[in-house]
């Protein structure tokens, strides 16, 4: 279920994948807050998530995320509360569980961070709609600088009207094709200033004549559309990765475009692989048939939450601990937020699989996906469900049936690798390191070390040493200016000639 647009995806049962068996990207996901998309769990003995605001605590998590050897920490983000549920603009169930509000900016603890760490990457969530796209130039140019490399943008259109009352001057967020049309926009600003105002050889730095940067090698963009206009040039000079590695989240139909036409890393999930396969394949082949990219240049991660004990029994009764700790009423106004619905209309104990609203009724269908055969749901079975595992996808059962399960995401599924978020912090990271990575190791879906130690994000995520560069093919790729392109006046030419035939792509109709 795409809850989002309304509408059902078609389950139709695919067969595995034949494809060589090779290292997953693995990411711990976490956000700038108390709780990530748990409701409330920081009140669990031993938790850590209230010093989510000290240096320390992200100190200690990049050294864990290191020593375990992830890919990356993924700090997601949002730009207000969820005020939806018995609303309008009633932030007090978030505020009380500290689900995802208060929080702070996610950037800010990155620099320390990269200092405590040497080939960690860190994936940071930037919404199109918090800053002007010359000012986000500046600001993922500076952590590219100032992590060696190992930083990447993930792109998000935003979905809260919280956010927008406070970032659009009042106005609401704009229909969703819209919103991602102008992200769209928004995100060839940022790619035509970092990869096309300066020649990646613009930076002489040389005593002897005096002259840092060529300013014949450095040009301004003039970049005009419909909602920007950007003379450029960047006020950076070219970084260690040209662009930060460039993922996206979004499931819906346009996110899947977005996905297709600028994402190295995809976020997805489907509450099954099944589902998952039809998403992960929409992708690919958007990103081939209209943009002729290689298939297996985008790698799907999934959102899982991993719940793993010696038995199936304990696992479940972990995670009934966990949701006794849980506040029922801020998962419900969480579930407001995301699919912009009030569920404090339904009573109490109506089974929300039987009612007529249709949205309503898929959405409490697509968050109990895992339980729904124990039927009915209820507004307190909806909400202590999603109290801790959020939006992911619920993988529980013992080490071999987790195992199992997570491999049946990546042979069935189409997933190259998954985000583990922590709802109990750091007793669900933990888990995941001590019982799953071993096992996922010794069936040789992870690496022992890092294929280029000390190396950029986009090197380790493709595996190859010197591969710190967007890769030919993707449609960024052709808006960076190598001294093979010539001057200013023959880049011009290439460059519009390149944006003309991005335009004709984005065009063209997708076979059935």
């Known amino acids: ?125 930037f919404s199109t709609i918090s800053e002007h796209p010359y000012l986000l130039a500046r600001k993922l140019a500076t952590l590219d600088f100032m992590t060696s490399g190992r930083v990447g943008w993930n792109i998000v259109s935003s979905y809260l009207e919280s956010a927008s009352r406070n970032l659009l001057n009042g106005e609401p967020l704009p229909e969703k094709t819209v919103r991602y049309a102008k992200t769209d926009e928004y995100v060839q600003v940022v790619v035509e200033l970092l990869l096309s105002s300066f020649r990646t050889d613009a930076v002489k730095a040389d005593p002897k004549t005096k002259i840092y940067a060529d300013p014949d090698l450095i040009r301004t963009i003039d970049f005009e559309g419909q909602w920007y206009k950007v003379p450029g040039p960047s006020y950076t000079s070219p970084t260690p990765q040209g662009i930060p590695v460039l993922f996206h989240a979004g499931t819906s139909p346009s996110g899947i475009e977005t996905a297709a036409k600028w994402g190295e890393c995809a976020f997805s999930n489907g509450n099954s692989p099944t589902i998952l396969r039809y998403k992960s394949d929409k992708i690919h082949d958007i990103a081939s048939q209209r943009y002729g990219r290689d298939r297996d240049s985008i790698k799907i991660l999934v959102l899982v939450v991993v719940i793993v004990a010696e038995t199936e029994e304990k696992a479940w009764e972990k995670f009934n601990r966990y949701a006794e ?20 209309k339904y009573d109490d104990d109506v089974d929300l699989l039987k009612i007529d609203n249709v949205k309503d009724r898929e959405i409490a269908k697509h968050f109990c996906a895992d339980i729904i055969g124990d039927g009915p749901i209820t507004k307190k079975t909806l909400a202590r469900h999603v109290s801790v595992k959020g939006s992911s996808d619920l993988v529980i059962g013992n080490v071999e049936q987790v195992v199992q399960r997570l491999v049946d995401y990546v042979e069935v599924g189409g997933a190259d690798g998954f985000n583990f978020a922590g709802p109990a912090n750091p007793e669900t990271y933990d888990d995941v390191i001590d019982l799953v990575l071993p096992e996922l190791k010794k069936r040789g879906y992870m690496w022992e070390d890092y294929p280029v130690p000390g190396g950029t994000l986009r090197e380790n995520l493709t595996g190859e040493k010197g591969h710190t560069h967007i890769q030919e093919g993707h449609p960024a790729f052709g808006y960076t200016w190598t001294p093979k392109l010539g001057d200013k006046d023959e880049f011009k030419k290439h460059l519009d000639h390149h944006k003309e035939e991005l335009a004709r792509a984005q065009a063209k109709p997708l076979e059935s």
């Open 1 to 125: 279920m795409d809850v989002r647009e309304g509408r059902v995806l078609p389950i139709v049962k695919k067969p595995r994948l034949v494809r060589p068996k090779k290292p997953l990207v693995l990411n711990l996901f976490t956000q700038g807050c108390v709780n990530t998309q748990s409701a409330g769990l920081w009140t669990l003995p031993g938790d850590v998530a209230t010093n989510y605001n000290t240096l320390d605590y992200w100190i200690n998590l990049a050294k864990k995320a290191e020593a375990a050897k992830f890919n990356a920490i993924f700090i997601a983000d949002v730009l207000g509360p969820y005020d939806v549920y018995k609303g309008p603009k009633n932030y007090s169930f978030g505020a009380r569980a500290a689900t995802q509000f208060p929080g702070i900016d996610p950037a800010i603890p990155i620099s320390a961070m990269a200092s405590v760490t040497k080939s960690l990457g860190f994936g940071i969530t």
């Open 325 to 344: 700790y849980t506040d029922h009423e801020a998962a419900l106004a969480m579930i407001g937020g995301w699919m912009n619905t009030d569920l404090s």
